[in-house]
């Protein structure tokens, strides 16, 4: 196992994770998909616990991008469930850990009950300070640029806002999740190699990882060999680094 190396400050502050492959575990044993994603919501707490543990500031979790919403309808029915289940059932692990949680997506697509839950949790955790666990539902990156954009045009139209003041600070503010931390670390399970519309403006400079386990057996200490290769990497933000 490989350890961290905490001594180095090397602690991301926000790491985001693209949990792929729950389809493929639950094939390779012969079930139905829908399994795999059941054993998945599982590994999220785990996860996101350890998170918090370790100090990291800001988790944010690819739960379903936009595209998925193209799959077919009982799948699509059977994961916004089993949201809806672990938003029920997630804040009292939340606020023994002291960790907020928030969403970022076009949440208005959620089902009713998903997103009043989603509400009742953002509202209770607001004053927790460990760490912020940001869900990705219904996310996709071209949409939150698109959205961006739309919010500056109309604050220009309004005559709020000159087009010679938009730069990227004021779209970044106009983002999700304004004011949030860039990624630092990519991690995708199932060993894709794509970013599949996950942040495409918040991890303009995050380090990427892609590691073997499918997300239902991804472990603590796969997590922690993840953390293990980000610290290995040199990141020179396009600087000559002289040694
Ligand atoms: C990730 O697992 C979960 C979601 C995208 C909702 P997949 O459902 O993509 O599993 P694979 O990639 O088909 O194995
Ligand atoms: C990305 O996984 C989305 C989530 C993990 C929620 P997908 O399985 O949907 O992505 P592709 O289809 O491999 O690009
Ligand atoms: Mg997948």
Not at 145 to 161: F, H, P, S
Not at 179 to 194: I, K, N
């Amino acid at each position: 196992m490989i350890h961290i190396n905490a001594d180095i400050g090397e602690i991301p502050r926000h790491i985001a994770v693209i949990m792929d492959g729950n389809g493929r575990w639950a094939k390779k044993r012969g079930w139905v998909r829908t399994r795999g994603h059941r054993t998945g919501a599982d590994v999220v707490r785990a996860i996101t616990t350890e998170s918090a543990a370790l100090g990291i500031e800001r988790l944010t979790l690819y739960a379903f991008s936009s595209e998925n919403w193209s799959r077919p309808e009982r799948e699509v029915r059977f994961l916004m469930g089993l949201l809806t289940e672990y938003l029920d059932g997630e804040l009292p692990t939340l606020q023994d850990n002291n960790i907020r949680m928030e969403a970022i997506g076009r949440l208005d697509r959620l089902p009713e009950q998903a997103r009043a839950l989603l509400d009742r949790n953002r509202e209770a955790t607001a004053g927790n300070t460990a760490m912020t666990l940001s869900l990705a539902l219904s996310y996709g990156g071209r949409d939150e640029i698109v959205d961006a954009c739309r919010a500056l045009a109309q604050r220009v139209a309004a005559g709020e806002l000159d087009p010679s003041e938009i730069d990227a600070a004021a779209l970044d503010a106009h983002l999700y999740a304004p004011g949030s931390p860039d990624v630092d670390l990519v991690v995708r399970t199932a060993g894709e190699q794509r970013l599949s519309n996950f942040l495409p403006w918040e991890a303009v400079y995050a380090e990427y990882v892609s590691v073997a386990p499918l997300w239902p057996e991804f472990t603590v200490a796969d997590f922690h060999a993840a953390l293990g290769e980000y610290q290995s990497r040199d990141r020179r933000f396009g600087r000559v680094i002289e040694p």
